[in-house]
Nanobody, 124 residues
Framework: QVQLVESGGGLVQAGGSLRLSCLAS????????VGWFRQAPGKEREFIAD????????LYADSVKDRFTVSKDNANNTAYLQMNSLKPEDTAVYFC?????????????????WGQGTQVTVSS
């Protein structure tokens, strides 16, 4: 069983930056991709970014494109989400999740292992 643990959340002013980490532990971590999602209070969970674990191809939601960057460190079983130019509307709980082979990125139901989330709060 693989466990995913997010870290790096916190309180930041608008315009600031944060880097989230997603560490996989347990048995051998060999996903097809790792995605990042977020859920703001009173809203549905939404996809924001994904990275193919093999070739590094990335996908971003329009709302974070050009501000957020997803990356990976295969050797350390860790994915990252660098968030720049943060806005108050980026305030949410951020989750990482992994998807198995043949499952497309960006579709929430395609991700079968989830972390517990980390809170990001952006003040105006």
């Amino acid at each position: 069983q693989v466990q995913l643990v997010e870290s790096g959340g916190g309180l930041v002013q608008a315009g600031g930056s944060l880097r989230l980490s997603c560490l996989a532990s347990g048995r051998t971590f060999n996903p097809y991709g790792v995605g990042w999602f977020r859920q703001a209070p009173g809203k549905e969970r939404e996809f924001i970014a994904d990275i193919n674990w093999i070739i590094g191809k990335t996908l971003y939601a329009d709302s974070v494109k050009d501000r957020f960057t997803v990356s990976k460190d295969n050797a350390n079983n860790t994915a990252y989400l660098q968030m720049n130019s943060l806005k108050p509307e980026d305030t949410a709980v951020y989750f990482c999740a992994s998807r198995p082979q043949y499952y497309s990125s960006g579709i929430m139901s395609n991700y079968d292992t989830w972390g517990q989330g980390t809170q990001v709060t952006v003040s105006s």
